[in-house]
């Protein structure tokens, strides 16, 4: 968010840059009033959105207080301290979008660089509805539970970026102000949004050995190559997890399955879980659904799969099949996904759980 540090400025360049809008500001409007309309100095064009005040540890000098008015009112959300200008984005000559949860209502606004273009999308993006209908808890928004369980309240969202799928928004970065009700005390609430996804744990028995199939993916975010389980983004909200999977499958293995030969590991979760795993909750929604497939192959599959670059290149996938066997999966691969379904399949296994694996699989891509 683009902020003006008040400690930086002299009141000359503020009044230059500024005009009569942080006048206007300090002498008039506090937090939540409407947004300052009919800008005339063109510094200001890229401006021309919502500002309000927010708490910073910044130190105003005297000199700047009588440009600002000795008794300007300025208002905080939290704590004592002094504030700074901050550029919220919503409708450029409008208010910010409110919306309703559970009841109450909060804002929405966009930081410098999004536009309302982009700001409409992201509210309305399945990653962004799915988080928002998350929220919405029985007992209230992110209620503990039990009957002493602390309340919170959703006041605002920030839209700090949107990334784009071609048609579709694919990712959504935004911060989420969320309060404690009681103490008042603000939950750490930086989001990256990027909605479900599906894993398969795929064992493949051949002559008495268990194998399981791991692809090498370069991953930019950790600088560096990973194994790890096939997996994909749902491309929508239609929550085909298994058929998304066995699509999957067949881009980065080159084995064609059937969508009734897969497991639903997740499923076996307790209901309060929503039989999902979440890798990373402190920081992404991402949640994912293990699936199972196991098949019967002979010796030539296990060779032919080993080593073979597969995935959509043009979609920037750089993958290389790996059949390692079961036993050392533990120790082979850094990948949650891979460490957790083997723990769900493995006490599947010990409560007898699973049905018989089916026959050989279909190679398509070989």
Known sequence: MRGLSCSSLSPLILQKELGSVLLLVALKRNARSPPVKNFHSAPLQSLNRRITWSTTDCKVPESYKGFWGAQAHMSSMAGEGMQKAVVRGGDAMGPPLSLSINGGSFEVVAESGVSDTDLRKAIESVPFQRWLENMKGPKGILTLGGSGGARCSLRHVVIQSVDMFGQRVGFVKFKAEVFDDLTGAKLPGIVFARGGAVAILMLLECEGQKYAVLTEQARVPVG???????????????????????????????????????????????????????????????????????GYVKQEVISSLQGQETGLRDHGELIKVHVVPYNTLWRSSPDAKALAAIALYEMALKLNLLPLPPNAPELSAL
């Open 224 to 294: 560096r190559t990973i194994l790890e389980l096939p997996a994909g983004m749902l491309d929508d909200d239609d929550g085909d997890f298994v058929g998304t999977a066995a699509r999957e499958v067949e881009e980065e293995t080159g084995i064609h399955i059937k969508t009734s030969e897969l497991v639903d590991l997740t499923a076996l979760l307790d209901e309060s879980t929503g039989c999902r795993i979440f890798p990373s909750p402190g920081g992404s929604d991402e949640e994912i659904t293990l699936l199972l497939y196991r």
